[in-house]
């Protein structure tokens, strides 16, 4: 299963859910399909502004006892 796969399912389960995909072999049919799914696309060059949102994401994150937010990181290599 690759990363769009597994948005794809995610929102399947839960249409609320929030994706972003990070990839380092993108291309505008891959860019298209992310936004379809309603996802953040960002390519390996942008990381430095993916990893700066993230960061943003987690610094707002409150963990009490009633919602304990979860969050999940999928690395998804493809090898031609």
Do not use: W
């Amino acid at each position: 299963m690759n990363g769009l796969d597994l948005i794809a399912r995610l929102k399947e389960i839960d249409s609320t859910i929030s994706s972003s995909l990070l990839t380092g072999h993108g291309d505008a049919k891959l860019k298209e399909a992310t936004e379809t799914l309603e996802s953040v696309y960002f390519e390996k060059r942008g990381y430095g502004e993916f990893l700066g949102i993230f960061q943003k994401i987690l610094n707002s994150l409150k963990s009490t006892e009633e919602t304990k937010p979860v969050i999940a990181q999928t690395c998804v290599y493809a090898i031609d």
